[in-house]
């Protein structure tokens, strides 16, 4: 028994003589850090002792680089505990590595106790420098490396950084997480230094779950600054990000919310990412967010965005839906902030796409009634709002006849008429866009919108700077008064037909020609219309056009020329 224990201590890396204790316990660690690389058994135990001694290892450097190694109190008692420790993991170690353990049960729980020991010492050298053993001038975080620095240099700023962050107290831990952050947001060189140093993602994800909220903040800062790039998602994924993120959601500050928001959003543009924010609660704290109308417009834009990426997933979507997202964002429409009705808005559009169930759902918790009145023009709302829910009525409302007859009888084409007449450009283009798909899909729509003076607002479109409105208010044009008490009350106003002839001068090379001659032969189905064209001053358009072999041009021609108008037509062109 004695010459076997002899000999595993005479193999033990610890049997070495010479070197200060503190120096020979880096050593130590630095060796069984490396050694656990080859253990193929126990590979998560061991992958967590590995991290445990990679934050023991950055302790006993920070505690090297200071003048606390000259207190013999702690080379007296604390660093032989720490050797004896690491000897005892070292033996597990070779165990595990010639298989020749007696019992996985019983390796398994050995590997527990070591793996709680080890964080035991890490925390005893963390304590020495929240009592300030460490002289004041080391708390003082090192110069930045310049612009032209090597990666050498650094690689030691940012380890310096991670030594400060592990074991240091609050303040210090609080003024190397800031530099961090100063430094990620302008090179990105420094992450990938971060994440090739073992344990730093390690310990920033495990600063999500610190007391102090300052520390919170700023490693929320810090691991959505890492979330940005793509190269780094899956480190973060794989060191368990996810549920401390969450877990932040719930009880964190408002910043600290925002900055994990904001690091989910970017984690959940990939879809592989969606199911463990679900897994982990997220849809239900995401939407308690939503819900909280203390909650700042940026907070809840924030968490839209974030279930917007996970409701591209159909089995995540049908939860959210269980879990009252519906009624959680038709309550937000009645906000007042401005942000949060926009992105509530958004965010329905997103839940409703190709879903019928899910837009009747809306509709019966009044969500329509609500859209329709931030379009109001009378309402306080600013222009950006009723822009995003004009789109969002289009969006819900126009692919239902229950839902559009709802629309028509809430005044709805009343503000579609208003913004007609005196909207700036990008509403007035918004509304024309709704008028041309009712003018598709409603005939009666169509009718309404007739006989509420919709067409006298087109007719003065025709005549736009855009090519693309003059082709909308055309064709709806065309559409509308293909009923026949349109027609009716289209010719009833002098100005409409002459201005339409007007436009086709050939001369002008309007690109209208086409809508417009379709109007037009909509007209002659009407006698009081035909008159009417004949009697323009602008017939002579029409001839012109029918001369340059314009199909439609020659067929109105052929209209106006039957047996009834070809006495007046003869007069008026020949005079």
Partial sequence: ?????????????????????????????????????????????????????????????????????ENPSLSGDIFPAIIETINECHNLSRRCLDL????????????????????????????????????????????????????????????????RVKVGGTELKKQALIAFNEVIKEDERYIKIAVEVGGFIGILVSLLDFEETEIQEEAAMAVSVIAGFD???????????????????????????ERCTMCLMKLTAN??????????????????ICANCDCGGELVGLACGVLRNLVGVEEIKRYVVEEGAISTFTMLLRSKDEVSVINSIEFLQTLA???????????????FGLLIHVLDPKSSFLQKSRLVALCGIMDLCFTSVTSLSMLLSDGFLDHILYFLRNGEISMQELALKAVFKL?????????????????????????????????????????MISVPRNRKLFV?????????????????????????????????SCQTARKKIVQSGYMKNIEK????????????????????????????WHS
């Fill in 545 to 572: 056009l029918a001369m340059a072999e314009v199909s439609d041009a020659k067929k109105i021609v052929r209209k106006l020329s039957s047996n009834r108008f070809r006495v007046m037509w003869s007069g008026i």
């Fill in 271 to 288: 879809s592989d990412n969606v199911w463990s924010v679900s897994a982990h609660g997220g849809v239900t704290a995401l939407l308690k």
């Fill in 353 to 367: 796409f190709g879903d019928d169930s899910i837009r009747q759902t809306i509709a019966k918790e009044d969500g």
């Fill in 439 to 479: 003018c598709e899909i409603s005939e009666e729509a169509n009718k309404t919108m007739g006989e509420s003076g919709f067409m006298p607002e087109l007719v003065k479109l025709l005549d736009s700077k855009s090519f693309e409105v003059r082709e909308m208010a055309a064709e709806s044009l065309s559409i």
């Fill in 231 to 257: 190269l780094y998602k899956s480190v973060l994924i794989g060191a368990g990000v996810i549920g401390p993120l969450i877990r932040v959601l719930d009880s964190g500050s408002e910043m600290g919310k």
């Fill in 100 to 163: 020749s353990y007696s019992g996985k049960l019983l390796m398994q729980s050995d590997l527990d106790i070591i793996g709680s020991k080890i964080d035991c010492h890490t925390k005893n050298l963390s304590s020495i420098h929240t009592a300030g053993i460490l002289k004041n001038s080391y708390a003082i975080v090192v110069s930045r490396p310049g612009p032209t620095a090597s990666k050498e240099d650094m690689r030691f700023y940012v380890k310096d950084l991670l030594s």
């Fill in 1 to 69: 028994m004695g010459e076997a224990k002899t000999h595993k201590e005479s193999n033990s890396p610890g049997s070495s003589a010479g070197d200060p204790s503190l120096r020979r316990a880096i050593k130590l660690v630095t060796s069984l850090i490396s050694l656990s690389h080859s253990i193929r058994v126990f590979s998560g135990k061991w992958q967590s002792i590995r991290t445990k001694l990679e934050d023991l290892l950055s302790g006993l450097t920070s505690i090297e680089n200071s003048d606390a190694c």
């Fill in 492 to 524: 009833q106003n002098e100005e409409n037909v002459g201005l339409i002839l007007k436009l086709l001068d050939p001369e002008e090379g309007n690109s209208g020609n086409r809508k417009l001659l379709s109007i037009l032969m909509s007209l002659t």
